[in-house]
Structure formats: structure tokens, C-alpha cells
């Protein structure tokens, strides 16, 4: 048995890790389209869809480890598409360039923007697996980029195959979040916003588990970081600035925040790219006597590319750039985006490997910015660009952690890449069908919908002009400086994007959480994290469902 899986061109890959692949995609996918669109932030998935795809196996009696690993993989490929277009996609509504007739139905917006959502998303995961194929090497076995979420995801597989107390914890905060999620959305028993005045600044706050179990994964730090951020603008900005005269008015004193914000992250996100590209360099010097080695779970990779790496590469290439075609783009924008696409994945995978963060949105700017320097584009397609390389950098990310967490195991490389590209299309067709049915659900984006989207409101600015160059270069200064003084300033710029939104107190109260339990237990494997994680599973899960469901009832 062993000889077999050793010689066969994908081994652990069973019928039942691509079933598990397929239904765990469209699940995660549709969770994911809802978390980034409301909470204007999406955690890496890997965690989850390890305990779940464990927990699914043993129901199929299987114990074997590494398929376990190939059906996580297929699982969590859909989150990072529907990550790339809920943070470019909705600019297009709200910049008027795309509408919602307040009569429309949601088969007639898909009718309307569903194959062209598809066509994007799509493109995405063809390049985004051709480049994950091609930088696994590099980064994995070369380089040795630590990849703390893959890493993660690695010992959670490990816990989870010794006892499966962690998947009940898991589940049960699933299913506690989603019906919390039922209480307050589909019932009303429980306000979604509480609000109040504390010294004549207007405080919100959502009730949400969700947004408690994204402050606690991403860290006290960070969610401090982030009651930061709104707190400048609740506080110094909206009260302060517009009692003084600051600002001529409360829209002049918004504008200024939106600007300021995207200047944050946008220099932050150039500066993380400038610290992660000398980091590799350093790293490529220091490690160079490596480069000759390839380790045993390589050989599936190696054995593709030698029978068929360049027609498939080359395939991958010519589908990218005809769907690039039928979006309307010309020959010499369509060229250029390959190119922007292949230099963004790059910097994501290293960038990923070494932070565990994916400025995905903001290689999307970049490479939108740069191909205007040579051609002009439509607003239209100005944001179509942009969700396609924020989709591949985003698939890319998520597929090397995958990949490391494989190395960890000894999974073949290969079975991970074919049923990466299965999920991420099954992901392709769930992100496109979740993304217009909450948007018909809500009736737009923006917070007053209750989308948020902030990253897709830095894009927007970013495509339509800053209205004041002088705030945004400020801005984006300051965000350069912070990061160079490791302060995630991104984290900052969102928080200052979101002051009104309702999300700053109850992601702080998770961050608060986190360190109570983490200065009381030493022990990394606790159960915060997998309770975190049910968290956002459960209202994501329950807030698609009823977002679907309620297309289906008009």
C-alpha cells in the first residue's frame, strides 16, 4: 500500500477527500463572503476547516492524516476568492458604477453582473494555482518561510487526530453562534446596534459573535490597536475637530477620515512589501546552500513538471488571459495584468509566509495604479482588475499555507494543488452566487447598509481620486514610519475607516478575552482559538443562509 501512494502521481487523493473538498468550499465560501462584506476583515480560515475536514473523515472512517490535509485544502481553497471580490467588487456599487434598481430581483442582478463576477473570480484561481505550483519550492523548502498559519493549522491536525474533544468545542460555538445569529436577524429578539453617549461622543457597538471571535484570534495588540483607530475618529475627529472648527462640517470631518484611513493602509501596505522584499533577499543569501534540495514530498510536483509543466503553465496562461478578454479588457491591459498578477502573488506568498497577514486589496491598487501609468482604463475596469489580482494574491496565500501545512505532514504537494483548484472553482461559483444575493439581501454596500466593506471603500477612493493629496500622502507617510516601527498600522486604518460601524468595542472585547486566558493558561492549544473560530463560522454560516433564503422567499 505504501509503494502505491509513493508511486501514484497524487496520493491521499480519495473520493472522499474531493467530496469532503467540494461541500467544504461552498461552505467556506459562502461564510466568507459574509464575514468580509460585514466585518470588513477575513481571518484565515485554515484553523477551521482543519478541525472540520478531521472531524468529517472520521465519519468516513479515516484516520489517515494527510487526507485529512488534502480535504482541508480543497476546503478553505473558496474563502480566499470570495475574500478578493468582496474587497474590490462592492466599490463598483458604490461608486454608482454598477447600480441595484430598489425592484430589482436577485436573478436579474445575477443575470446582470453574475457572469462577469464569475469570469473574475475565475481568472483569479487560474493564475493563482499556476503561481502556487510554481513559488511552493521557493518559499517552502528554499526559503523556509514560517508560515505561522500553516503552521497552526498543522498542530491543530495533530491535536485533533489524538481526541476529538476540540471539534466539540468547535461545533458548539458554531452552533451557539447561529442561533444567536437567528435570534437577532431572522426573529429580532435581540437588537443588532446598542448605542449610547458617554461625554457627548455617540458610541455603537454590534452584538455580534463574530466579531468577539475576530478579536480574539488576531490578539490584544491589535484589537487595542483598533479601538485606537476609531477612537481618533469618534473622539479627536468627529467631536474634537468639528467643535473647533477643524472642519467646516461633519461630511468635511468623514472625507478627511476616509482619506486619512486609505493613506494608512496603503503605506503600510507599501512599506510591508519593502520590509518582506529585503527580508528575502537576506534570507536568499543566507540560505542558498539549499537551493540544490528538493524533499521527498516534492517529487508529485516535480514529476508534473517534468511530463507537462510547460503546456500546463502555458495553458493556465492563455484561459487567464481569454477570460481577461471577455471582460472587455484589450490585448495590451490583459498582458500587463498577467504581469502585475505574476509580481503581486509573488510578494503575497512572502509576505503571507512571513506575517500571516495578505494586503490583498492593496496589490490589487498597485497593480491597477501601474498599468494606468501605461494605458488608460474605465472605472469598470479599473475594479476588475484590482478583484483579480486581489483573488490570486488572496487563493495564493491561502494555498501556501496549505502547503506548509502539508510539508509539515508529508502530504504530497501534487494531490494538494489539483484539489486546490477543484475547491477554488467550486469557490469561484459560491462567491459569485453569495455575493449577489447579499447584495440584493441589503440593498447595497457601505455601512449604512450593514456591508461595510472598508477595503473596497479604499479601493473606490483609490480609482475615483483622494480628494486631498496633501492628507492622504501624510497619511500614508505616517503608515510607512509605523510599520518600519513594527506597528501594524493597516490595523489602525481600518479602525479609524469603521469609526461609526459598530465593530471597534466588541473586537476589542475578544482581543480582552484573549489575554485574559492567555496570561492565565501558557498552553497554545487551548480552546480560545477553536472557540473563535466557531464564532465567525457560526454567524457567517447563518447569516448566508438567511441572506439566501430570503432571495428565495421574495
Excluded at 9 to 28: D, E
Excluded at 314 to 330: E, K, T
Aim: charged share 10%; aromatic share 8%; hydrophobic share 55%.
Amino acid at each position: 500500500m505504501k509503494k502505491e501512494n509513493q508511486s501514484a502521481l497524487f496520493p491521499n487523493f480519495t473520493v472522499r477527500a474531493l467530496v469532503l473538498a467540494i461541500f467544504g468550499s461552498i461552505l467556506m465560501t459562502a461564510s466568507s463572503m459574509y464575514v468580509a462584506l460585514r466585518m470588513s476583515a477575513l481571518p484565515w480560515p485554515t484553523i477551521f476547516v482543519a478541525v472540520l475536514s478531521l472531524t468529517l473523515m472520521r465519519l468516513f472512517k479515516s484516520n489517515n492524516l494527510k487526507e485529512v490535509n488534502v480535504a482541508s485544502t480543497g476546503m478553505s481553497a473558496g474563502a480566499m476568492v470570495a475574500g478578493g471580490l468582496a474587497f474590490t467588487i462592492p466599490g463598483l456599487f458604490m461608486s454608482g458604477v454598477w447600480t441595484i434598481p430598489e425592484e430589482a430581483s436577485d436573478n436579474s442582478l445575477l443575470g446582470r453582473y453574475g457572469w462577469t463576477i464569475f469570469i473574475v473570480a475565475l481568472s483569479g484561481v487560474v493564475l493563482g494555482t499556476l503561481l502556487c505550483a510554481l513559488y511552493r519550492k521557493r518559499t517552502i523548502d528554499q526559503l523556509k518561510l514560517p508560515y505561522p498559519i500553516g503552521q497552526a493549522s498543522a498542530e491543530t491536525l495533530k491535536a485533533g487526530h489524538e481526541g476529538g474533544s476540540r471539534a466539540r468545542v468547535l461545533f458548539s460555538a458554531l452552533i451557539i453562534a447561529g442561533l444567536f445569529v437567528l435570534l437577532r436577524d431572522r426573529f429580532q429578539f435581540i437588537p443588532g446596534l446598542a448605542a449610547f453617549s458617554l461625554a457627548g461622543v455617540s458610541i455603537a457597538f454590534q452584538l455580534s459573535p463574530m466579531a468577539i471571535g475576530i478579536g480574539s484570534l488576531i490578539g490584544f495588540k491589535s484589537t487595542a490597536l483598533w479601538l485606537g483607530g476609531a477612537a481618533i475618529g469618534a473622539i479627536a475627529i468627529n467631536r474634537i475637530g468639528v467643535s473647533l472648527n477643524w472642519f467646516a462640517s461633519a461630511a468635511e470631518a468623514a472625507s478627511f477620515i476616509q482619506i486619512a484611513s486609505i493613506g494608512l493602509m496603503v503605506g503600510s501596505g507599501l512599506a510591508t512589501l519593502l520590509v518582506s522584499l529585503i527580508g528575502s533577499w537576506r534570507s536568499r543569501k543566507t540560505q542558498e546552500s539549499a537551493s540544490g534540495d528538493i524533499v521527498e514530498t516534492e517529487r508529485g510536483i516535480s514529476r508534473i513538471r517534468k511530463k507537462s509543466s510547460l503546456p500546463l503553465g502555458l495553458l493556465a496562461v492563455v484561459v487567464a488571459f481569454v477570460l481577461s478578454i471577455l471582460l472587455g479588457l484589450s490585448v495590451a491591459v490583459s498582458l500587463l495584468l498577467l504581469v502585475g498578477v505574476f509580481l503581486a502573488s509573488a510578494m503575497s506568498t512572502i509576505i503571507t509566509g512571513e506575517t500571516g497577514l495578505n494586503p490583498m486589496e492593496i496589490f490589487g491598487i498597485l497593480v491597477l495604479l501601474a498599468i494606468r501609468l501605461f494605458v488608460p482604463l474605465t472605472p469598470e475596469h479599473a475594479f476588475l482588475i484590482a478583484a483579480i489580482v486581489a483573488v490570486a494574491c488572496g487563493y495564493a496565500g491561502d494555498m501556501m499555507n496549505d502547503f506548509k501545512t502539508g510539508s509539515m505532514l508529508g502530504t504530497a504537494p501534487s494531490s494538494q494543488l489539483l484539489i486546490e483548484f477543484i475547491g477554488g472553482f467550486f469557490g469561484a461559483i459560491t462567491a459569485t452566487l453569495a455575493f449577489v444575493a447579499l447584495a440584493s439581501g441589503y440593498g447595497g454596500f457601505g455601512p449604512e447598509f450593514g456591508l461595510p466593506a472598508a477595503q473596497a471603500q479604499s479601493v473606490t477612493a483609490m480609482i475615483a481620486g483622494i480628494g486631498n493629496p496633501l492628507v492622504f500622502i501624510i497619511a500614508a507617510v505616517i503608515g510607512i514610519i509605523l510599520v518600519l516601527l513594527k506597528i501594524p498600522a493597516t490595523i489602525i486604518g481600518i479602525g479609524l475607516l469603521l469609526t461609526g460601524a459598530g465593530l471597534a468595542i466588541p473586537i476589542f472585547a475578544g482581543g480582552v478575552l484573549e489575554l485574559i486566558i492567555r496570561k492565565k493558561k501558557s498552553d497554545k492549544e487551548g480552546p480560545l482559538q477553536l472557540i473563535a473560530a466557531g464564532l465567525l463560522g457560526g454567524e457567517g454560516i447563518t447569516g448566508t443562509i438567511l441572506a439566501i433564503v430570503a432571495m428565495f422567499a421574495r
